[in-house]
């Protein structure tokens, strides 16, 4: 039997990370909806915690899924200085 190397490339990781962020999307609505601590909302909250564990194996941030927050560029804070 010959034996083959696997091998995890870039592309499979950014074809990976795509379907997954599609796949938390669809349980965030799913928890909006469900009973909170029903059954559905906890396996769901399970599926949520292993899609951010895997993306922290390949990117390194497990709150790579997260939204981000707004925040205001350095170019913007100049013009607004607190009051004296």
């Known amino acids: 039997m010959v034996r083959t190397r696997r091998l995890f490339t870039p592309y499979e990781a950014d ?3 795509a379907d997954l962020k599609d796949c938390r999307r669809a349980c965030v609505r799913a928890l909006a909806k469900a009973p909170i601590n029903g059954p559905v909302a906890r396996a769901v909250s ?6 951010d564990q895997v993306a922290e194996v390949i990117t390194g941030d497990r709150e790579h899924f997260w939204s981000k927050t707004a925040s205001t560029g350095p170019e913007m804070r100049a013009h607004f200085k607190p009051e004296d």
């Open 15 to 17: 074809a990976l990370l």
């Open 46 to 51: 399970g599926v949520t915690a292993a899609i």
